[in-house]
């Protein structure tokens, strides 16, 4: 059974960091690239940020570029968001997703003073 488990969500002020994290079981993660895309409220689904399954090629959008940073250890099945400078735009349900097709639940972000 696939899973992937978002975490590290949370509020935080402008200019503010998190990671999230995204735990993956039910495949072989290391064959797959890996993907986090967001939704902001009355908006549609957008990409973020997406890595190869050896971590060597990644892209960002250019919304977030300079700020967001992808990564992912294969020994435990993660990927990671860091994401820093946050901006009150940057609040949306963030979500992982794998190259195989499969979607995390989501979690919360939310950039406010």
């Known amino acids: 059974q696939v899973q992937l488990v978002e975490s590290g969500g949370g509020l935080v002020q402008p200019g503010g960091s998190l990671r999230l994290s995204c735990a993956a079981s039910?495949?072989?993660?290391?064959?797959?690239?890996m993907s986090w895309f967001r939704q902001a409220p009355g908006k549609e689904r957008e990409l973020v940020a997406t890595i190869s399954s050896s971590g060597g090629t990644i892209r960002y959008a250019d919304s977030v570029k300079g700020r967001f940073t992808i990564s992912r250890d294969n020994a435990k099945n993660t990927v990671y968001l860091q994401m820093n400078s946050l901006k009150p735009e940057d609040t949306a349900v963030y979500y992982c997703?794998?190259?195989?097709?499969?979607w995390g639940q989501g979690t919360q972000v939310t950039v406010s003073s």
């Open positions: 039910g495949f072989t993660f290391s064959s797959y690239g």
């Open positions: 997703r794998s190259a195989n097709g499969y």
